[in-house]
C-alpha cells in the first residue's frame, strides 16, 4: 500500500510543469525502448544469433569500481543459459589490485590473471602489501582457480616478491612481511615449499618479521610464522596429504 506522504510527493511533482515534462519524457522512453527491444535489427540473422548464444559460454562483462582511494574491483560475466532462455551473472571479485583478462595458454579462451586479494591487510598495512598471483578460468558459470597450472607465472611471481623483500629489508620504515608470505605462497603453489621455510627461516632470524609478537597491530616473529601458516592452510596453499 501506497504511504500518503509518498503518494501526496508524486502528485506534487506532477504539477511542477519542468518535472513532468521530465517525467513524461522518462516514461515514454521506458515504453519505446521495451517496444523497441523486440524489434529484431534489420539484416541480422537471428538463427546465427541464437547458435552463438547457445555454443559460446561468454555473452559479455562488466568492469566496475566501487570503494574508495583503491578498493576494489569487480567484474560482472554474463552468460547465455539456453534452457531457461536468459542470462545468467557470476561476479568475479578482484579485489584492490584488478585483473586482466588474457588467453595465456593459447587454447582460445581467455583466463582472468589476479592476485589473492585475501593477503592485503592480512600481514600489514596496505602500502606494505602484497599478494602472490592467482589466476582463474570461466567454466559452465563459475570461476575455477587454475593458477597452478601456470607455473611459469607463478615463478615470476615469486621472483617479485622476492626482489621486493631483498629490496626493503634493510629499511627499518618498511615492514616486509607481506612480501615474504606471499613468496612462501607462491612457493607452495610450485610444490617447492622448502624454499618458501628456507626464506621464511632466514627472515625471522634476521628479525625482519619484527621482534616480539606483534607489530602495527599484526602477528610477529614466531606469531606470524605460525598466523601464515594457518592462513595457508585455510586458504588452501597448504594441501592434506
Not at 58 to 83: E, N, Q
Not at 112 to 140: G, L, N
Not at 144 to 168: C, E, H, W
Request: hydrophobic share 45%; with cysteine; aromatic share 14%.
Amino acid at each position: 500500500m501506497i504511504q500518503a506522504p509518498l503518494l501526496t510527493a508524486a502528485v506534487d511533482a506532477f504539477r511542477i510543469p519542468d518535472l513532468r515534462r521530465k517525467l513524461f519524457f522518462t516514461l515514454a522512453m521506458l515504453v519505446a525502448f521495451r517496444f523497441i527491444a523486440h524489434i529484431p535489427v534489420p539484416g541480422a540473422d537471428v538463427n546465427a544469433l541464437q547458435h552463438v548464444f547457445e555454443t559460446n559460454q561468454l555473452a559479455g562483462f562488466f568492469d566496475l569500481f566501487s570503494g574508495g582511494a583503491h578498493c576494489c574491483f569487480f567484474t560482472l560475466i554474463l552468460r547465455w543459459h539456453a534452457p531457461a532462455k536468459r542470462y545468467r551473472s557470476t561476479l568475479g571479485y578482484w579485489g584492490n589490485y584488478g585483473s586482466r583478462l588474457i588467453d595465456l595458454d593459447g587454447d582460445g579462451k581467455p583466463e582472468f590473471s589476479a592476485f589473492d586479494e585475501r593477503f592485503v591487510y592480512e600481514f600489514t598495512a596496505y602500502v606494505f602489501s602484497s599478494a602472490p598471483i592467482r589466476i582463474w578460468s570461466y567454466r559452465e558459470g563459475k570461476l575455477v582457480d587454475v593458477t597452478r597450472t601456470f607455473p611459469a607465472l607463478i615463478q615470476k611471481s615469486a621472483a617479485t616478491n622476492l626482489g621486493y623483500y631483498l629490496k626493503a629489508r634493510g629499511d627499518p620504515n618498511t615492514d616486509v612481511r607481506s612480501y615474504v608470505a606471499a613468496y612462501v605462497a607462491d612457493q607452495y603453489l610450485l610444490g617447492d615449499p622448502a624454499e618458501g621455510k628456507r626464506v621464511l627461516d632466514l627472515a625471522l632470524e634476521r628479525g625482519d618479521l619484527g621482534r616480539g609478537t606483534s607489530r602495527l597491530g599484526l602477528p610477529a616473529g614466531k606469531a606470524y610464522v605460525a598466523a601464515l601458516m594457518r592462513d595457508l592452510r585455510r586458504w588452501g596453499y597448504i594441501r592434506s596429504s
